[in-house]
RNA sequence: GAGGGUGUAGCUCAGUCGGUAGAGCAACGGACUUUUAAUCCGUUGGUCCAGGGUUCGAGUCCCUGCACCCUCACCA
């Protein structure tokens, strides 16, 4: 977080001036008493916390603060130091050294170059404090606020007694604000010369390490604020899954998609198969799920007429947790009236290139020392290639699937083929699919939603997108043909368990169909994967502020 | 669900063969007006995840439980 953010829009802050704390607070209450006074305590760093913060109170500030108008917000400070000068005393300004330089001498600089005076921009900052280097009546603070970092001149000399004494009573993690010239010392480092403070937080937990952060992955997730405030590169990644979802609508929204918002709780969870969350109305005395899939309902409104629809939401998956999957995650769809599964591929590409420009760091990324090229067109493949390919086996000849399931310890017997070829499919190929891949044309049995090929009903118009192994997006040309939906909803496959099938039969979403839907394509794409593939973490809980935990030891 | 790993100070981590509980950072006291994870001197800080067992003696060995991580299974 030393570089200021791309958060462009948060660089400036609106807002009206504002006064020193101690101008418009006075406390004239006693502090209150800290909780316990055992003994113990003493070794506690929180009680020297609470102790500072009782100073700060009786030297008549709020340690909680108040009101700060007219805010610089430290990524535009860095942008500010264009406007440092350095005026020698016959008035010429003299150009300045290069700064990223590491070999720089400014104070030699300055030697050479002077007598002088640098002048610089008046700013106004507040954030928390990173770290604080005390040198007798000196203190350096490093100060982040969300757009960087930025270091903080405190001169008892500067700041006159009151606020110096004022600066004693920070630590680590407190909010502070100084107002003051911009300039650099003799480093060469940016740095706001405090000419006044202002408190505006009391941390009263002890952070972290102020070198490695808080590094164990259960605080991690169960403190995700710590986490955030004190770790490296989290808030960024967090920022950019930001970025990415704007950039997924903003793509949507040009190209005349509507948004609209589903029913969270269902009462058929279809649309994928996957074991919903149970839940039941009260009133209406009725079992609900929580929905698995946006998919039936945003078909209804192609029915409907919303001929571009979308939602990106939440769904609910009742099953394992893994650095994968997540028992809530984000999903997006998108429905295109009068298109097919070849639309929704070129729109696929177009959602991921526009989110990689939104982010930055250009289309050739690295994902776990690995290089992903995301340039345009991504490679496409049939599935029944990529069958041929990885296992040597015609996956047409079925007697060769059998035998090679087998082989590789499945179990084919009362299963349906096309079941046995896409677990083969799952074990032997997936996994190999560096990509990105689309991996089109799947056997039709397994996609009861999708249309199947108009010269070959065997295969059905569904591509998946593989990137590392990874499935990040599934799509179809949807099946609008409401006589075939509901003989594929009442089919259940040999060898698939009920909660298995994505075919549930929903009468109702059947007599949407015989309202007549317009032939369509059809994307699904998992947010959290693709934000963990454009961040490079290596687990879905990098991405979800909260994900799902265990309640926490008493 | 199976296997493996981890759990020690506020944080990050050492802890040998079973023999008085350690370091760095943070905190507290002191020195220092251009530092950069500031430095230097000093001090404080422990339910060794929980419970049980073996033992003269357990952070260490054994059993059970809990939490987290990894792999697999499940899961498009």
Not at 372 to 391: G, M, S, W
């Amino acid at each position: 977080m030393s570089s200021p953010s791309r958060f462009a829009l948060a660089l400036t802050q609106p807002g009206e001036p504002n006064h020193p704390i101690s101008d418009v607070f006075m406390n004239q209450q006693p502090p209150p008493q800290s909780e316990t006074s055992k003994a113990q305590d003493s070794k506690d760093p929180r009680v020297a916390r609470r102790e500072k913060l009782r100073q700060i109170e009786a030297r008549g500030l709020d340690p909680f603060g108040v009101r700060f108008d007219d805010r610089t917000m430290i990524g535009r400070c860095h942008q500010l130091s264009s406007e440092i000068r350095w005026t020698r005393e016959d008035g010429t300004d003299v150009p300045l050294p290069d700064f990223d330089d590491p070999d720089l001498d400014y104070r030699q600089w300055k030697a050479d170059h002077g007598p002088g005076t640098e002048t610089g921009p008046n700013v106004r900052v507040a954030g928390r404090i990173m770290l604080a280097r005390g040198q007798g009546k000196l203190i350096f603070l490093t100060l982040r606020d969300w757009t960087g970092d930025i270091q903080i001149f405190i001169g008892k000399k500067q700041v006159g007694d009151d606020d110096f004494e004022l600066a004693k009573l920070f630590d680590l993690g407190d909010l502070v604000g100084a107002e003051g010239r911009l300039g650099r010392t003799n480093t060469g480092e940016l740095t706001v010369f405090a000419e006044s403070l202002f408190f505006h937080a009391k941390m009263l937990e002890p952070p972290p390490d102020k070198h490695a952060g808080l590094t164990n992955p259960d605080l991690r997730q169960r403190m995700r604020y710590a986490d955030l405030a004190f770790n490296d590169g989290v808030l960024q990644t967090f920022l950019d899954r930001t970025e990415i979802v704007r950039s997924i609508r903003r793509t949507l929204d040009n190209e005349g998609y509507c948004e609209v918002e589903g029913p969270t709780l269902h009462m058929i969870a279809g649309g994928a198969a996957a074991r919903p969350f149970a839940t039941h109305h009260n009133t209406l005395d009725m079992p609900l799920t929580m929905r698995i899939a946006l998919e039936l309902h945003l078909k209804r409104l192609m029915v409907g007429g919303m001929e571009r629809v979308y939602e990106l939401g939440r769904v609910y998956r009742n099953e394992g947790i893994s650095p994968k999957h997540n028992p809530e995650f984000t999903m997006l769809e998108c429905y295109q009236a009068y298109g097919d599964y070849n639309t929704m591929m070129d729109l696929t590409e177009r959602l991921i290139t526009d989110s990689i420009e939104a982010i930055g760091g250009g289309l050739i990324r690295q994902y776990d020392g690995k290089t992903i090229d995301f340039t345009p067109p991504f490679q496409r493949a049939t599935y029944a290639e990529l069958f041929q390919q990885h296992t040597g086996v015609d996956p047409s000849d079925e007697a060769a699937v059998i035998q090679y399931a087998k082989q590789i310890g499945l179990d084919p017997e009362d299963t349906h083929p096309d079941v046995v070829r896409n677990e083969i499919f799952e074990a032997k190929v997936e996994d190999s699919l560096d990509g990105p891949i689309f991996v089109i044309d799947y056997p039709a049995s397994i996609c009861p939603l999708t249309k199947r090929k108009r010269d070959n009903p065997a295969v059905a118009e569904r591509f998946e997108l593989f990137i590392l192994g990874m499935e990040v997006a599934n799509a179809y040309t949807e099946l609008n043909d409401p006589d075939l939906q509901e003989k594929l909803f009442e089919t259940q496959l040999e060898g698939q368990d009920e909660e298995d099938s994505m075919a549930k039969m929903d009468h109702d979403f059947v007599r949407a169909l015989r309202h007549a839907m317009p032939p369509a394509g059809g994307l699904g794409v998992g947010i959290d994967r693709l934000v963990m593939l454009l961040t490079d973490k290596k687990s879905i809980r990098d991405v979800i502020l909260f994900p799902l935990l265990r309640p926490e030891n008493a």
